[in-house]
């Protein structure tokens, strides 16, 4: 997909900061070649920190670098650069002081883009003048009462020209390397056509239909909250920096820059991001970021109603306006300066609403003329922003028509030449290759990060932990529940975590539906544990900008039935950061979602939801799913440390039905309770990612039964049952459902060789799929057998029965296999 047409976003460049976090709509190429440029003339300093760097090191670890043998730069840190660069002087260079072509050109303009041979990047006019009525903000929503933004005032400064012509190649080869998947190209490395590059603090985006916009709005929240911290460099309790950053990964007056297609408008994405960013705006919370909507009038063949996306955009509350004409490229900088310097100053969300046109198509072999008109396809001709540009060089009398026209043939000619040189370059040879970014797994970093929090909860933190629980840490307690323990462990990582903030919908001021999250707010502010909007695209959006910030999110989803209309913030934004961006970025992040069926008072499929199906298949997702009180606390500092470490996205599942379960066997038997472990313990008693839990029931020769979740309380019973009828039982909780444990699944098979695969989930899609599957690629030759749900929703009351996994269907299950 192409950028011709919309070359005005180089403006848009222009007027922000090299530091300013961006992420970018497709057809920004001349908004990242400024960028590129900028940072050419004026580099930040080399920092010596490389991604994951911050937690020793192992076989599995992360890429050091990010950046391709043809980027200007390495990335300086895991979530972007560590180290600003300064605001650049305050004029706009002249025409005297832009650098001559690297070819030879007699012309003294530089191109400010690889596309063509001028933007308002490289405008050699010696003064920005006032933004018209046209493209001011009166129209927008007001903000009376508040001081007036000077756009000449806080345009960035730049003591420096532009870079010369090579910034340029530069930034031309780093999309043509992405155009042809070479393993060379900056961010990607050959996985995905994107702009992006952690030097140039441009967040590459994996999809283009809004997805990112929450994402935009939990950076501006994150930024602003660090801002307002004391110490933006504390580090994390695992004494890894989260998200590779020991500072706040951007200047603390940054604001985020969002750009966007003009269909995009109409996606459920951009609008929960437009409201969840007015929402915070109208409670008074602060979200300095600028969206930049690229509005050529077409989503694909599809086109935007006349005044429809300006209707749209106006009305968006708590959302400043500003408009501007891509095709003016004086205009468009000075609108996008004014917008800039207003969310800077005031730290509140705007949209600059960019007016452009689409030249060449949509994408590859799309023919404009099977939907438009041949005057339509030459009225925008006449707007293209290069030649407008060029106009206004020629008017300006800086250079004569020939001249541009020969730089513009020149340019042609070296990025055919980078052309053809990229498309010899290595791709990706192998799935190892392939999959070397996308979730690095160091259990011994991750071990030795939870060995730290023990050492420091036991000895400098003692006194602070004291403090929070009361006098009585969860220890000194007796035995707790599920909730319990997973409150507990929740106030121990905020302890630990100093960045770490726990968010959602209810978990402040109630404490959660079901009061895992109660009295955190009261003990860590309502900075750090803070109820949401009911949205949980805006939820997970939050979390991911804020990982991506520097923070340490924990996110709660009420119900697992909430979280399947918000999945793609997940599945296309979570888990792809580190892929799509060789680990130069990373959105380290735990999401507490509550769920699965056998919920009693609650009818349903809402609160009892049992697909997790659409998490397992998200690659390098991890799932932990607690069953009992003394493994969801190890779980959950094990998430926790993993996130901080390897900039993991964990999703802890938490079975609502034992939440407030005491009993296993009978009555007051108080057997599905436990103690709380001491920090000594923490080590002992830690447990890795991907490594399953064993319960030996009599001489546990006979029997396997491999579950999670609810069906390790049930499985328990029935194996209790059968050793009364003398069958010795092993019953393995699989804690893990992503990566499943899949060592212990075949030890524990094979040491009885007849296994039954209980499965509260369904049958088809269910996770017994994947343990069956992983015994055949084993070569396990024993019997097997599946007790699994009913590929039913869950019903309202005692019919839920019918269609989920009983006690009595696990033993009638076991006998059969016994009996073969």
Known sequence: MGSAGHEGNAAVAAA??????????????????????????????????????????????????????????????????????????????????????AAGSASNVEPASAAGPASAAGLASTAVPAPSAESRSSAGPSTEGEPAADPAAEVPARSTPLGGFEAYAEAARDVLRGMVASSQEPIAGGRHKVFGRADLAIVPTTSTIASHLPRAVGMGLAVERLRRMESAGRRTGAGAQVGGAGNAPWPKDAIVVCSFGDASVNHASATAAFNTAGWYDHAGLRIPVLFVCEDNGLGISVRSPKGWVEATLRSKPGIRYFSADGADPVGTYAAAAEAAAWVRRHRRPA????????????????????????????????????????????????????????????????????????????????????????????????????ADAAARASGPGAGARAEAFGGKPPELTGPLTLAQSINAALADGMLDH??????????????????????????????????????????LGLGLGAGLAGMLPVPEIQYLAYLHNAEDQLRGEAATMQFFSQGAFRNPMVVRVAGLAYQEGFGGHFHNDNSVSVLRDVPGLVIAVPARPD?????????????????????FLEPIALYHTRDLYADGDGEWLAGYPEPGSWVTGHVPIGRARVYQVGTADDLTIITFGNGVRMSLRAAAVLAEEGVGTRVVDLRWLAPLPVADIIRESSATGRVLVVDETRRSGGVGEGVIAALVDAGYVGAARRVAGVDSFVPLGPAARQVLVSVEAITEGARTLLAR
Request: charged residues 20%.
């Open 498 to 539: 100093p960045q770490m903030a726990v968010f959602g919908e209810d978990v402040a001021a109630k404490g959660g539906v079901y009061g895992v999250t109660k009295g955190l707010r009261d003990r860590f502010g309502a900075a750090r544990v803070f109820d949401t909007l009911l949205d949980e695209t805006s939820v």
């Open 16 to 101: 922000l900061r090299p530091t300013d976090p961006a992420l970018l709509h497709y057809r920004s190429g001349a908004f990242y070649c400024v960028r590129a440029a900028q940072a050419a003339a004026d580099p930040p300093p080399t920092s010596t920190v490389e991604p994951n760097s911050a937690a020793g090191s192992d076989s599995s670890a992360a890429p050091t670098s990010a950046v391709g043998s043809g980027s200007s730069a390495a990335p300086t840190s895991a979530v972007g650069p560590a180290s600003a660069v300064g605001p650049a002087s305050s004029a706009v260079p002249t025409s005297a002081a832009m650098p001559t072509s």
């Open 351 to 450: 949209v600059l609403h960019l007016h452009t046109v689409r030249l060449m198509g949509h994408a590859g072999a799309d023919a404009e003329s099977a939907y438009r008109s041949p005057a339509e396809l030459a009225d925008d001709v006449a707007r293209d922003p290069v030649a407008a540009t060029a106009r206004l060089l020629v008017e300006a009398g800086v250079a004569t028509g020939e001249e541009l026209l020969a730089r513009y043939d020149e340019t042609g000619w070296q990025i055919r030449r980078l052309a053809e040189d990229v498309l010899g370059e290595p791709k990706l040879a192998s799935a190892a290759e392939v999959v070397s970014a996308l979730a690095p797994r160091r259990p011994v970093r991750v071990a030795r990060a939870v």
């Open 631 to 651: 493994d969801a606390a190890p779980m959950l500092r094990t998430c926790l440390a993993s996130a901080a470490v390897d900039g993991s996205v964990c999703v």
